[in-house]
């Protein structure tokens, strides 16, 4: 059991929570994280945001009805987390870009800490949260709202290229790295998926991703994958 | 700390039990990821991930959604098959000190006996080496969720009949038959499996069910229809595991919703040997451990020196 030290509202239904402990983790790793007995029934996974001396942090959208419960944590209060689970985005060289889509800007923000070089590129459909935490961070820091964030990036600029977002965006991606890579300097294009879990230890089979060699875990293959292997079906 | 003043044991066709606390197929994979949370060898046993002959993919979409008390999943057998198991999986088992059950689904009733059959070779080969095999077939008559085999041999009685006749004549394992509550008859069914010569019979499998985005207007589930686990279904699997005890002289392997002692309790006094635990495995990772020590710890407070005094009493 860990205890939360803070949960700030950053906008609409947009929070910011940090919990107490020694929880490590690389960037784009995740954890399963429940405040609550036996029901809702599964655990819901969130990203790494940061890890600090002191703890983990969150950055989390109220969607239903378990992040509704988190976003009712106050400090103090106790909170299960287990973890870090996951792949996460690789250690790279290189020119990078960052490409956050809403709250998939979550990971990104443990990544720009680490590849202090990287261009960042956030995109919002309404109202943008956050941003201003990355800007010391980033070499350069794009900022969208209601457009698409995609549309602002050069992926011929980059070696490596590191995506969360939304479904849409996530294939968007993946169509201009292969565009790209058609082109002549192609960057390798790492998207974060968000497919449903149950037990995110790969035990369950309920996360499956399709990839061009078969069927993969999110949770321990991923939630990072490499765009090209990724298959998406709707 | 876990009291040794308790029995818990149980066996079943020669198989030994330490205590009833056995992880329930396709929660639990093949053990080795929850290895890395506990010591599963301090469990009962494990019964596999569902396999079947040739590697399945499962189902696309969404796979899985959450009801009140409830779980719906519709993975659709998605496994390594049966020999891709045998080489890979199997070496991880044969270090564990904890019964070996072999989850065994099917297409087509060839598809069941070809399976059976290889896992009967692997264990002669093993037997001549001096090395642990699986313990016992687990024939999975029941899947909800795939559209041939699964539940279309687990409704009817004759077309149950077949397979169970076909498995029991390829291997002479354990064997276990794991009956489906969407059974026209499950007392029936039951009877059926003791008279073809099963060791046993686990229930219950999930519970067909539905869940209708309404916004989208069409089910959730690519496949229309998911099976519905968790505490949700514990009266209507403790009820089937009661009226079958009392039917059948064979051991019951009882399951659906076990979430703490108490639960594992109620499952023993309605006439189950052992237990099964699924979807507590994803409310708490560490259900199996969790649950082992508060069995032992209700036992004593409650005075019950074996589980035997227990089975079957009410
Ligand atoms: C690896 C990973 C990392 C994630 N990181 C973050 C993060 O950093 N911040 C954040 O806000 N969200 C993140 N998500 C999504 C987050 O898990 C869901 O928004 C959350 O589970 C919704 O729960 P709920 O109870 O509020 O919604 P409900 O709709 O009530 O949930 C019902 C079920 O659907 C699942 N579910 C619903 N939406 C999603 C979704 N988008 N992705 C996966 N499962 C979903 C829930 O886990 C639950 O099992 C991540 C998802 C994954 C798989
Ligand atoms: C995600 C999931 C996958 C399952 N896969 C299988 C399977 O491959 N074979 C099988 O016999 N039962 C399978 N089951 C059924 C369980 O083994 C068990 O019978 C059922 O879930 C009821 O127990 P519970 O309420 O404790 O989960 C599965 C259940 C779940 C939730
Ligand atoms: S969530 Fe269970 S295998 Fe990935």
Sequence with gaps: MATVISNERLANGVYHLRVEGEHGGKMGQFYMLRAWGAYPLLSRPLSIHQVNDDGVEFLYH??????EIFAGLTPGDPIQLEGPFGNGFPEVEGKVALIGGGIGIA?????????????VYLGFSREAFRTEAFRPLAAELTVDVGGLILNSVDFDSYDHIFVCGPQPMLKAAQMKGAAAAAGGRSPKVYLSLENRMACGIGACLVCSVSCRDGQRKACTDGPVFLAEEVVFHD | MISTSVNTTATIAGVHFKNPVVMASGTFGFGKEYGKLYDVGMLGGISGKG????????NQGIRVYETASGLLNSVGLENPGVEAFLSKELPYWEKLDTARIVNL???????????????????????????RAVDMIELNISCPNVKEGG??????TPAAREVVRAVRAATSLPLAVKLSPNAEDIAEMAEMCEAEG?????????????????RRRRSVFNNLYAGLSGPAIKPVALRMVHQVAHRVTIPVIGMGGITSATDIIEFIMAGATVVQVGTYNFMNMRAGSTLVEELHQFMVEESITSLDEIRGIV
């Design chain 1, 62 to 67: 109220v969607v239903g009805e378990g992040t």
């Design chain 1, 107 to 119: 990971p990104l923000y443990y990544c720009a800490r680490q590849l202090p070089d990287s261009d």
């Design chain 2, 51 to 58: 396999l079947t002959l040739q590697a399945k993919a499962g």
């Design chain 2, 105 to 131: 689904g099917g297409n087509t009733l060839a598809d069941y006996v070809l399976g059976a059959e290889l896992i009967q070779r692997d264990a002669n080969e093993r037997a001549l080496e001096g090395r």
């Design chain 2, 151 to 156: 539940i279309a041999f687990g409704v009817k």
């Design chain 2, 198 to 214: 099963a060791d046993a019979v686990s229930l219950i499998n999930t519970i067909s069910g539905m869940k209708i985005d309404v």
